[in-house]
C-alpha cells in the first residue's frame, strides 16, 4: 500500500497516520509497536509545546501592549511631576515674599517701639517716681561684684550683639507673682539681662534686683534700662567665678530668686557645669532659679550660632543634678507669667505651652 505524504502535516494529521499505522502494524514485531508508541507520545509532547507556545505569543504581546500603557501612564506622571515642582516654586517664591513683608513689618514695629521706649528713658530720668525709688536703684551702694572676667570675650552674643538687646519688655505679672509668693523681702539676680526689662521691674516694686550681662554693648549704647539702672546693672562672664559681697560686711551675697531667660542654651557645654556652680554658690538655701530654654535654632547675620548647645529637657535635668541642682515637677509658680516663652509677642515670639519642641521653662532649687 502506497501513501502519499505531504511535506507538512499538523499534529491532528499525524495522530490519524499514527492510527492506520497501528493497524497495518497490528502483525508487526512488539519492537515496532513500542517504536511507534513512543513516537506517538513524543509528538503529543510537541502538540502541547505548540499549544504553549501559542499561550506565551499571546502573553507576550499583552506584556507588550500593558508595557507601552505603562510608559505613557509614567510619560504623564512625569510631566505632572514638573508640573508640581513649578507650582511648589511659585509658592517657595510667594512665601520668601510674604515672610519679607513679615519681616519688614515686624522690623518697623519694634523701630516705634524702641524709639518710644527711649523717649519713656528720657522723661523716666527725671520722674518723681524714679527719684522715690533711689535707694532700690542703687545697688552699687550695698552690693559688689567679684570677678576677674568683666566681659565674656569669647562669647558669640559679644562679638555678634544684636541678641543682647533683647529683654526689653517688663514682666509686671512675673515680679507680682514672686512678691505674692516670697514677699517683698527678697533679692532678685537676673543673668544674660539684655536690655534689663526684668531688673527695673523688680526695683518699680521696690525689691532689691540687680542684672548681669556677658556684653557691654547695651551700656555702652544706653539700650534699654541701662541709662537709667546704672548703679544696679553690671558685666561678666557668668561661664567664670564671680559672686557678690556686701560691701558693709564683706559677707556673700545670696539671692532668693536668680532668672536666666533664654540663656543657657547660649552657653557652650564645657562651660555650663561652672555657669551651674555659680548659681547653686548665689542661690539662698530656700531661693528658686527659675528660667527658659528655647530648643531652636538661631544664628548671627553671618550664619554663626547664638544657640550653641541644644539639648533636650531631660538632658538639661540632669546637668542640673550634677551640678547640684534640681528641676522641681510641681512648684507654685504660674508659667503663663513667665518673661519667655509666652509669645508672640515683642522680642518673644516663641509659646512652649502651645508648641513645646521649640522649648521649655524650669523653677529650680538647690539639693
Not at 135 to 143: A, D, E, I, K, W
Not at 187 to 192: E, I, R, S, Y
Not at 197 to 216: C, L, P, Q, R, Y
Amino acid at each position: 500500500m502506497v501513501m502519499e505524504i505531504n511535506t507538512f502535516f499538523s499534529f491532528k494529521h499525524i495522530r490519524h497516520l499514527l492510527g492506520k499505522f497501528k493497524v497495518l502494524g497490528a502483525g508487526f514485531e512488539p519492537e515496532i509497536k513500542e517504536s511507534l508508541n513512543e513516537i506517538k507520545n513524543k509528538i503529543d509532547g510537541l502538540s502541547i509545546i505548540d499549544e504553549r507556545s501559542k499561550r506565551l505569543e499571546f502573553l507576550t504581546s499583552v506584556v507588550e501592549e500593558r508595557s507601552r500603557t505603562l510608559e505613557s501612564l509614567l510619560y504623564v506622571i512625569e510631566e505632572r511631576s514638573r508640573m508640581l515642582e513649578n507650582l511648589l516654586i511659585v509658592q517657595d517664591q510667594r512665601s520668601q515674599t510674604l515672610e519679607y513683608l513679615i519681616n519688614k513689618g515686624n522690623y518697623a514695629a519694634q523701630y516705634q517701639i524702641d524709639q518710644v521706649h527711649k523717649i519713656h528713658i528720657d522723661i523716666l530720668k527725671t520722674s518723681i517716681s524714679y527719684r522715690q525709688l533711689t535707694s532700690y536703684s542703687n545697688s552699687t551702694g550695698v552690693l559688689e561684684l567679684i570677678t576677674e572676667f568683666p566681659i565674656a570675650t569669647e562669647s558669640n552674643d559679644h562679638i555678634s550683639p544684636d541678641s543682647t538687646i533683647e529683654g526689653l519688655l517688663r514682666p509686671v505679672p512675673f515680679v507680682k507673682d514672686c512678691i505674692r509668693i516670697l514677699g517683698q523681702e527678697i533679692k532678685c539676680l537676673d543673668l544674660g539681662t539684655g536690655a534689663a526689662g526684668t531688673v527695673f521691674e523688680f526695683i518699680m516694686n521696690k525689691v532689691i534686683a540687680v542684672g548681669i550681662d556677658g556684653s557691654d554693648y547695651c551700656r555702652a549704647n544706653d539700650i534699654g534700662y541701662w541709662p537709667v539702672l546704672t548703679n544696679n546693672l553690671f558685666t561678666c562672664d557668668i561661664t567664670k567665678p564671680f559672686s557678690f559681697l556686701f560691701k558693709n560686711t564683706g559677707d556673700a551675697v545670696h539671692f532668693d530668686v536668680i532668672t536666666i531667660w533664654e540663656v543657657l542654651e547660649h552657653i557652650h557645654e564645657k562651660d555650663l557645669s561652672e555657669l551651674l556652680t555659680n548659681v547653686s554658690k548665689l542661690l539662698s538655701v530656700q531661693g528658686y532659679f527659675i528660667g527658659s530654654i528655647s530648643l531652636v535654632e538661631y544664628v548671627d547675620r553671618d550664619g554663626i550660632p547664638y544657640h550653641v548647645t541644644l539639648k533636650p529637657k531631660q538632658w538639661w535635668k540632669q546637668k542640673f543634678l550634677e551640678n547640684k541642682l534640681i528641676m522641681l515637677e510641681e512648684h507654685p509658680f504660674n508659667e503663663r507669667f513667665f518673661c519667655r516663652g509666652n509669645g508672640p509677642r515683642y522680642q518673644d515670639f516663641h509659646n512652649y505651652e502651645i508648641n513645646p519642641n521649640e522649648g521649655f521653662w524650669f523653677v529650680a532649687q538647690k539639693l
